[in-house]
């Protein structure tokens, strides 16, 4: 059996070691178009940030590791075609140019996602940047690492927006944040989280631009500022984080995807061509508490599907029973997380709903360093079934939110978590932990 990956990132290598370990006979081929393949692109923003110095603690493995262990793996190769009516790839070598095929029996797509680039005038200028690859960081690094270098501009205010912000902070940069919505992280938190966030980052000195987007770059050869439809600003960096998009063009439309281009899969990781399998962040995934498929690209997703996929590419029938969407964020002092539904997502799903918002204290009062802790419920109105969780504190914020998944995969209700026998300690908790607080105060 002749199986091809392409794409060597999460979902890719993870679906190869384990196809590669359940069954030694298969011939397993892997396309990667950069130079590195299992890398955890998540580490970027704080390896920029001088949180640590060496890239490489971010490769879980390398080619040399996989190829001992009978898979092949070929760097800085592209595919640029898949003929999927005969089962042939058309693959660009990188270094070389030369474009050959190859054929295979069953195919998985791991192509990942590419920044999704705006309109905004001048983006040639020397020191702008997205932020994608271990290349892309090495570059911003550098910048960040010169002292000439001051003011920090960053457009986009999700997951990798505010994870710069957090880089530039780090390296004492003056640093800008300029967002397109109302709110930060809109999409993933709701309105009492994400204020608290806000409200975080003015007090640490972040100049905060909600509802504003940026029309133009300025300056001769590098960027000197940045022209918003409010104000002109200046900038000797700009960083772009507005969002992803799967990387899915060179299938020219053979398989089924959704509206941005993800490849829609089913419980098996299959798309609509049987011998075909996707994962990461090129594909969609299925939600359990929507009980849709849905595009979330998290990294935790990426492997356990690309696990899943593993199994089947080895011969087996294994199913993935689901995401929560579940995800978490430092936010300078603070840290917050998520699970499940946002309110706004059981709104657009029409579910007669109710929230509970609270707040209370990590730990004991008389144990130093006590800090508050806030926790959202999003539930349903008749049976108390737990639909979504938010929890956003200096401490004990995200671990809070593992509890709070199992309860919304499990179905608990708000009467159950406010019943939950969770382990007390006064460095750790309270006697009355503030989940099972938010689950007593939910009516």
Not at 117 to 138: A, S, V
Not at 161 to 188: P, Y
Request: charged residues 25%; positive net charge; proline residues 2%.
């Amino acid at each position: 059996m002749k199986i091809i990956i392409i794409g060597g990132t999460s979902a890719g290598t993870t679906a190869a070691a384990k196809a590669n370990r359940l069954n030694k006979k298969l011939d397993i081929t892997i396309y990667e178009k950069t130079n590195i393949v299992s890398f955890g692109t998540c580490g970027l923003p704080y390896f920029v940030g001088g949180f640590f110095d060496n890239p490489n603690t971010m490769i879980s493995r390398t080619k040399e590791e996989f190829e001992k262990t009978g898979i092949s793996v070929k760097t800085n190769h592209e595919v640029v075609k898949v003929d999927a009516k005969n089962n042939i790839i058309a693959v660009k070598n990188q270094k070389t140019g030369n474009i050959f095929n190859n054929t295979y029996d069953q195919l998985m797509i791991a192509t990942g996602a590419k920044p999704i680039i705006p309109p905004i005038n001048n983006i040639n200028l020397k020191n702008f940047h997205t932020l994608r690859n271990l290349e892309d960081g090495q570059k911003i690094k550098n910048l960040m690492d010169k002292e000439e270098i001051k003011n920090i501009v960053i457009i986009g205010a999700g997951y990798i927006g505010i994870e710069m912000v957090e880089a530039a902070k780090n390296k004492r940069k003056n640093v800008r944040l300029i967002q397109l919505d109302k709110h930060i992280l809109i999409d993933s938190f709701d309105e009492e989280i994400v204020t608290i966030m806000e409200e975080e980052l003015i007090k640490k000195g972040v100049d905060l631009h909600t509802n504003e987007f940026v029309k133009s770059l300025i300056g001769e050869k590098r960027v000197e500022g940045v022209v918003t439809n409010k104000n002109t600003y200046q900038a000797d960096a700009v960083i772009l984080a507005t969002g992803i998009k799967p990387v899915t063009e060179f299938l020219e439309n053979q398989l089924k995807t959704t509206e941005n281009g993800a490849i829609i899969v089913n419980e098996y990781g299959e798309t609509s061509i049987k011998n075909i399998f996707s994962a990461g962040d090129c594909a969609t995934i299925y939600n359990i508490v929507s009980k849709k498929n849905e595009y979330i690209p998290l990294a935790t997703t990426a492997n356990k599907l690309g696990r899943i996929i593993g199994e089947n590419l080895a011969g087996n029938r294994i199913a993935f029973k689901g995401t929560l969407g579940s995800a978490s964020i430092k936010i300078l002092s603070l840290e917050a997380a998520r699970t499940g539904l946002t309110e706004k997502d059981a709104k657009k799903l029409q579910i007669n709903y109710k929230t509970i918002f609270v707040k209370d204290k990590n730990h004991t009062n008389y144990y130093p360093d006590q800090e508050d802790l806030y926790i959202k419920l999003i539930y349903e109105e008749n049976t108390k079934i737990i639909l979504g969780a938010q929890a956003i504190g200096k401490n004990g914020a995200v671990i809070r939110i593992h509890a709070l998944a199992i309860a919304i995969y499990s179905k608990l209700t708000t009467n159950e978590l406010g019943m939950m026998d969770f382990s007390y300690s006064p460095p750790f908790s309270r006697t009355w932990d503030i989940l099972n607080i938010a689950g007593n105060a939910a009516k």
